[in-house]
């Protein structure tokens, strides 16, 4: 894959949501791969033109994360009262899908019945251990991509979340690919569909979420021992998304669960992320579960793109897994990809709302 490399200028949030000083602006590395276009091999003219000035590029960690300090979570977190009422009506497990026992638990919907959409709407999908919306390391959800979505013609009827598993770093190795995690995933959006009336909509995914919203569009079959056994997700869905972006995710597998073994949840060989092992030249035991998203590629939309960080301390080893990137998605329209420190696991999701904007709106890398 041939790439054009662009240099970015931004000033990087730190951690805990606040922007860094003008003078600790960092310079980020960013790769955009498009399919198999040569960029960087094409004419003085074509790369100059596919490669924008830091002059045209919006400062995402400057204004995201100022619009994030200002978002008062708990007063703006939670599915609104008419698609409440929709889901109610319809009968979906409210209380499941809007995780009022959590601060942050989601968001989105109408504030009131009949309010037209200009967007396509945008479904997020959270990470292992993360939430809807947050403010706490490692915990912040959506917050800043939300922010910036709104800031720039979104309204709250076209932006979509909710959170999947325990929203608890200390349970972080027990969560899996599990029938509960699909198959409220996949309600919230066949949900957001019905409720919406929309014929596509966009899914913006981070780590674990990369991998459980595959699943969830892909539909077939799938098994989970724990939870009775073999069960049926549902009929694809790849025609009604239109762009899928995923940010870190391990679909090759995780290193760290080849260190460690199949021992936990988030490692099995059934539904985690063991990667499986070299055997001769091939790799054997992969976890079933990503064998089975890997035995096709192209079906999780009319879009397909993968944003990933060589500086990733989660996914580990530059984002090498037996020489191929896991965060890469086969079949992929487009990437993205960063490196420097800032992009890290979090960061790559925090600091890329413009990307992701970009992306799901414009069809269009940086």
């Not at 109610?88 to 009022?100: M, N, T």
């Not at 490692?267 to 992320?273: K, Q, T, V």
């Not at 944003?307 to 990733?312: A, K, Q």
Request: hydrophobic share 45%; net charge negative.
């Amino acid at each position: 894959m041939k790439r054009a490399i662009l240099s970015l200028s931004m000033s990087l949030a730190a951690c805990g949501g606040s922007a860094t000083t003008a003078s600790d602006a960092a310079t980020a590395t960013v790769e955009v791969s498009v399919g198999d276009t040569a960029l960087s091999d094409a004419a003085p003219d074509v790369a100059a033109d596919a490669a924008p000035s830091d002059a045209e590029v919006e400062p995402t960690a400057d204004v995201a994360a100022d619009a994030a300090s200002d978002l008062d979570v708990a007063a703006t977190a939670g599915l609104t009262a008419d698609f409440r009422a929709w889901l109610a009506a319809h009968q979906y497990d409210v209380a499941d899908l809007a995780r009022d026992d959590l601060t942050g638990g989601s968001f989105g919907g109408r504030a009131h019945a009949g309010e037209a959409l200009a967007h396509d709407p945008v479904i997020f999908i959270h990470g292992n251990s993360d939430k809807a919306l947050g403010t706490a390391i490692a915990q912040t959800g959506w917050t800043a991509s939300r922010a910036w979505f709104l800031q720039h013609g979104y309204t709250d009827a076209e932006l979509y979340a909710t959170t999947w598993g325990p929203a608890d770093a200390a349970q972080a190795a027990q969560q899996e690919h599990s029938r509960k995690n699909i198959q409220h995933l996949r309600k919230f959006v066949e949900a957001v569909l019905a409720y919406t009336g929309a014929q596509k909509v966009d899914i913006v995914a981070h780590s674990m979420g990369v991998t459980l919203a595959r699943k969830v569009v892909l539909g077939g079959s799938a098994s989970d021992p724990g939870d009775g056994g073999a069960y049926a997700v549902g009929a694809p869905l790849t025609d009604h998304v239109d762009a899928f972006v995923g940010i870190a995710g391990a679909n090759l597998g995780l290193t760290s669960c080849f260190l460690t073994g199949p021992t936990t949840p988030t490692c099995s060989a059934g539904n985690g992320l063991y990667p499986g092992a070299l055997v001769g030249l091939a790799v054997a035991g992969r976890s079933a579960y990503l064998t089975d998203l890997l035995q096709t590629s192209g079906y999780e939309g009319g879009f397909r793109y993968a944003l990933w960080s060589t500086m990733d301390e989660i996914i580990g080893y530059a984002d090498i897994v037996y020489g191929q990137p896991t965060s890469r998605l086969p079949g992929q329209t487009a990437e993205v990809t960063f490196a420097t420190a800032p992009y890290g696991h979090f960061g790559l999701k925090d600091l890329t709302a413009d990307v992701q904007l970009a992306l799901v709106r414009d069809h269009q890398t940086p």
